[in-house]
């Protein structure tokens, strides 16, 4: 399978020498079984048609999906053009654009910053999921989720969150506010990079430990794998 990868952010500065760009944490993520091609979304580069991958995975960012910014804008036309074309995965910002593109809305939460290891009840289990009530996995956000777009029904979420993953019933497309592809080791630097900057000292100590607890990262990648095998099972 053809899979695209829409790049819509980097890590901050030093970190990518570690940990690698958002394009190789999902390769490690979901492993060697596709051809993968990267789009730098934010440089404005796109494919030509939502045809050129059979499915996109649309990547975190520290933008915001509300903001006025015309790659922002490009990005959302396109994801409206490859409904029904091409299968769509949303992670964090990409979660957020894709309920944006589609008529939902997203908002800075009044929540605050959602960071360390967070759980989500499952509401609404899915074919390519398996029977598990609860799922674990980092978070790294301030924005969320408040008004769902025509078609999306919640899969999962939490009091925090309760936006927190949908599927699509009228297209083959599923996403999630939290990140399977952070590495703990990643997500604890990346606390650690706004700690005292962005986020206060003991709310950073508190998601850094939480992060040495087990996790459902290669659940979440083997749904992924299962969704894009046969997406019409959304």
């Known amino acids: 399978m053809k899979l695209g990868i829409l790049e819509t952010g980097a890590p901050p500065s030093g970190l990518d020498a570690t940990f690698g760009d958002y394009p190789a944490m999902f390769r490690r993520l979901l492993g060697p079984d596709y051809d993968y091609r990267t789009f730098d979304a934010t440089a404005g580069e796109l494919p030509d048609h939502p045809q050129a991958c059979a499915a996109y995975v649309i990547t975190g960012s520290p933008a915001s999906a509300y903001e006025d910014a015309e790659w922002i804008g490009r990005l959302k036309d ?52 398996d029977t598990v009530r609860e799922l674990r996995a980092p978070a790294s956000h301030q924005d969320q989720v408040v008004e769902l777009p025509e078609g999306a029904a919640v899969v999962a979420g939490s009091d925090f969150c309760p936006f927190g993953m949908l599927a699509w019933t009228d297209q083959p497309a599923i996403s999630i506010q939290l990140h399977p592809e952070f590495e703990p080791e990643y997500a604890k630097a990346l606390i650690e990079s706004r700690r005292s900057k962005r986020i206060g000292e003991e709310e950073a100590a ?29």
């Open 78 to 129: 396109f994801l409206r053009a490859a409904n029904g074309q091409a299968a769509l995965v949303g992670v964090c910002f990409g979660h957020q654009i894709m309920a944006e593109a589609f008529g939902g809305k997203v908002i800075k939460s009044p929540n605050g910053w959602g960071i360390g290891l967070h759980s989500y009840r499952v509401r609404e289990p899915q074919p390519w999921m």
């Open 206 to 234: 508190q998601a850094i430990a939480s992060l040495e607890g087990p996790d459902d990262r290669a659940r979440l990648a083997e749904w992924i794998r299962r969704f894009l095998a046969d997406p019409r099972n959304s």
